[in-house]
């Protein structure tokens, strides 16, 4: 069984998918200074996309660079995986998560820009 959204209501079992996403390196030499919205606007284009059999998209979120990112779903399994733009990579993903009622799942995601 794949989860899927649940739909606000009584009666709606769930568990939530929850983690922090953390891009890196930033600069060609670290430390570096970005600002708060540069910083937010790189992570806008990283969306963390669930999907089911087939590929079947089943819910997507835009990622905070502070508090991460959390969905409440129904349980079984949903695979996780991250859309990004040129070089980005993740050793972390694709990633399959089983979901239970009642659970709470954190994965962290980490993203190498390919930036040295």
């Given at each position: 069984m794949f989860c899927d959204i649940a739909n606000p209501g009584p009666g709606v079992d769930t568990g939530i998918l929850t983690g922090n996403v953390t891009r890196g390196p930033l600069c060609p030499a670290e430390p570096c200074t970005i600002s708060p919205e540069r910083?937010?606007?790189?992570?806008?284009?990283?969306?963390?996309?669930?999907?089911?059999?087939?590929?079947?998209?089943?819910?997507e979120a835009v990622p905070d660079p502070i508090t991460g990112y959390s969905f409440s779903l129904r349980p079984g399994t949903?695979?996780?995986?991250?859309?990004?733009?040129?070089?980005?990579?993740?050793?972390?993903?694709?990633?399959?998560?089983?979901?239970?009622?009642?659970?709470?799942?954190?994965?962290?995601?980490?993203?190498?820009?390919?930036i040295r």
């Open positions: 910083l937010a606007s790189g992570y806008a284009t990283r969306i963390i996309v669930l999907s089911g059999p087939g590929g079947d998209v089943i819910a949903c695979v996780v995986e991250i859309r990004h733009q040129g070089i980005d990579r993740s050793p972390d993903l694709p990633e399959i998560v089983l979901l239970r009622e009642g659970e709470t799942v954190r994965l962290d995601i980490a993203i190498e820009t390919g």
